[in-house]
């Protein structure tokens, strides 16, 4: 026997139009559009997944090779907080900032002296307002900017640096698996990376293209490119 939502159902080729319109909607509601529940989910889990994660090498590397006092230090998607963590508890002042509310999941990692030391600020590269500093750090975070954005984040980065001040970070290649067409993350190829630093001395260059996890554990092709440059002004 039909349940009783389909017995009244009958097919009338006036109101077909109608009922595909419906159903469609219904389809595209349940399956393909991401509840705010289910993003929120995710990006706990990518948390959860990341937050003992060991510094990016990027950021060890300078730590332990470029002479510097430390100073003040902005990390610019700073999700789980490794590297402001591991900055701070080097004699860093760190604010950091991601588009989710981590401050939580990072103070509780830091001692009374280190919290004296950590400022979190919740922000969208969008209307990203940055203070003066010494460093910043943008490892897997400058590639998010949508692509119509990238160069006045950038702006606002180099603006942000004091004179002799340095960048540590990374950004996306071409041959990265998640370059697919309509894809809002930015991609640049070796040259267009190079032309972001002209007003820079690169200190460290290196490419890497490897197979590798996501921090959601999921398989990828990775391509970046990882810089460490001071600031010529």
Same mark, same amino acid.
């Given at each position: 026997?039909?349940?009783? %939502?389909?017995?009244?159902?009958? %097919?009338?080729k006036?109101n077909f139009?109608?009922?595909?319109?419906?159903?469609?909607?219904?389809?595209?509601?349940?399956?393909l559009?991401?509840?705010p529940l289910?993003?929120k989910?995710?990006?706990e889990? %990518? %948390?959860?997944n990341? +937050?003992l994660?060991?510094?990016?090498?990027?950021v060890?590397?300078f730590?332990?090779?470029?002479?510097t006092y430390?100073?003040?230090?902005?990390?610019?998607?700073c999700?789980?907080?490794n590297?402001?963590?591991?900055?701070?508890?080097?004699?860093?002042?760190?604010?950091?900032?991601?588009?989710?509310?981590?401050e939580?999941?990072?103070?509780?990692?830091?001692?009374?002296?280190?919290?004296?030391?950590?400022k979190?600020?919740?922000?969208?590269? +969008?209307?990203?307002?940055?203070?003066?500093?010494?460093l910043?750090?943008?490892?897997?975070?400058l590639?998010?900017?949508?692509?119509?954005?990238?160069?006045?984040?950038?702006?606002?980065?180099?603006?942000?640096?004091?004179?002799?001040?340095?960048?540590?970070?990374?950004?996306?290649?071409i041959?990265?698996?998640?370059n697919?067409?309509?894809?809002?993350?930015?991609?640049?190829?070796?040259?267009?990376?190079?032309d972001?630093f002209?007003?820079?001395?690169?200190i460290?260059?290196n490419?890497v293209?490897?197979?590798?996890?996501?921090?959601?554990?999921?398989m990828?092709?990775w391509?970046?490119?990882?810089?460490?440059?001071?600031?010529?002004?």
């Amino acid at each position: 026997k039909m349940p009783p %939502y389909f017995s009244s159902f009958r %097919y009338d080729k006036n109101n077909f139009k109608l009922y595909k319109k419906i159903f469609s909607h219904m389809f595209y509601s349940l399956f393909l559009v991401k509840s705010p529940l289910k993003k929120k989910k995710k990006i706990e889990k %990518y %948390y959860n997944n990341t +937050e003992l994660d060991i510094p990016k090498k990027n950021v060890k590397y300078f730590i332990e090779n470029i002479i510097t006092y430390p100073g003040k230090a902005i990390d610019i998607g700073c999700g789980a907080g490794n590297e402001t963590v591991y900055l701070i508890k080097n004699g860093w002042n760190v604010i950091s900032i991601d588009k989710e509310n981590v401050e939580e999941r990072i103070s509780k990692r830091l001692n009374t002296e280190e919290l004296n030391r950590f400022k979190f600020q919740k922000q969208n590269f +969008e209307d990203m307002v940055l203070e003066k500093s010494d460093l910043i750090v943008a490892n897997y975070s400058l590639p998010f900017c949508d692509s119509q954005q990238i160069e006045k984040v950038w702006k606002k980065i180099i603006d942000s640096i004091r004179p002799n001040g340095y960048f540590v970070g990374n950004f996306f290649g071409i041959n990265d698996s998640w370059n697919i067409e309509k894809s809002k993350i930015t991609f640049l190829t070796k040259s267009q990376v190079e032309d972001l630093f002209e007003k820079f001395d690169i200190i460290k260059f290196n490419e890497v293209e490897k197979d590798g996890i996501t921090g959601l554990g999921k398989m990828k092709h990775w391509h970046i490119f990882n810089v460490i440059a001071r600031i010529k002004k």
